[in-house]
């Protein structure tokens, strides 16, 4: 069944392939920031590429990026070892990749979406980890979902994982409790706005999974998720986010 579910995904991911080579003729990409042509056929010119503020030297395990005579993981991590495995964030969340994440947020941007999320596929395969079998975005809870309109870590999942052609499921975790938004709370305050308010919702039977949020703050929520996908019977569990706040 699994090898059937893989198949189908890889073949899904080269038929979305070939129908953005098509798009991409028809409709030549041009950077979504300053109207200049795209570049690798990303709706993001060169200057703009180069503007990304990416995170060179991460922690494997907190995304948070590392001096220069530090090795991953970092002091921190050392001490107290976060939920996830690994941990993604390829950039800060500083202009001008925070305007295309509160686009994509806040404004039903698709195609901010959609560069986000093959960013986002991109570095994961530059990474050179294992890939999972799994992308499960974080979800919202269905009354905000509808009062939104869509969900942005939904998207930002789709692409990546069309881009690495990896199998995306939004619903294998559901949000139970329609908590307040996490913005503006303490650390502390983070954690319990979000405990209990996730549940893994059938069998889940993929080992190694990735959760796909959009910025990693102080990562309570996918902390939250994680213990949840854990006690499910997960083995591995990674969270990627396009942006990481320092």
């Known amino acids: 069944m699994r090898c059937r579910m893989a198949a189908d995904a890889a073949a899904a991911a080269m038929i979305e392939a070939v129908s953005s080579l098509v798009l991409r003729w028809l409709y030549p ?107 499960v975005p974080v979800p919202l809870h269905p009354s905000r979902q509808r009062q939104r309109g869509y969900n942005q870590s939904t998207e930002l999942a789709r692409h990546a994982g069309r881009r690495l052609a990896i199998r995306v499921s939004t619903k294998s975790i559901v949000r139970t409790r329609n908590n307040p938004p996490q913005a503006g709370l303490t650390a502390e305050a983070r954690r319990g706005n979000v405990h209990g308010a996730f549940a893994v919702q059938g069998d889940l039977h993929d080992t190694h999974i990735a959760v796909v949020d959009d910025v990693l703050t102080t990562g309570s929520t996918a902390s939250e998720i994680v213990r949840c996908l854990r006690h499910a019977g997960s083995l591995r569990v990674e969270v990627w986010t396009i942006a990481r706040t320092l």
């Open 29 to 135: 990409p041009t950077c979504i920031l300053c109207g200049a042509p795209g570049c690798r056929g990303r709706d993001l010119c060169v200057g703009c590429v180069g503007d990304l503020p990416r995170i060179s030297r991460p922690c494997h395990l907190c995304g948070l990026p590392l001096p220069d005579e530090v090795s991953s993981p970092c002091a921190q991590c050392r001490l107290r070892s976060p939920e996830a495995d690994l941990v993604i964030a390829p950039y800060r969340y500083a202009p001008p990749l925070d305007r295309l994440v509160q686009r994509a947020k806040f404004n039903r941007d698709l195609a901010a979406a959609r560069l986000l999320g093959t960013l986002l596929g991109e570095s994961v395969q530059d990474s050179g980890h294992e890939l999972p079998s799994l992308i």
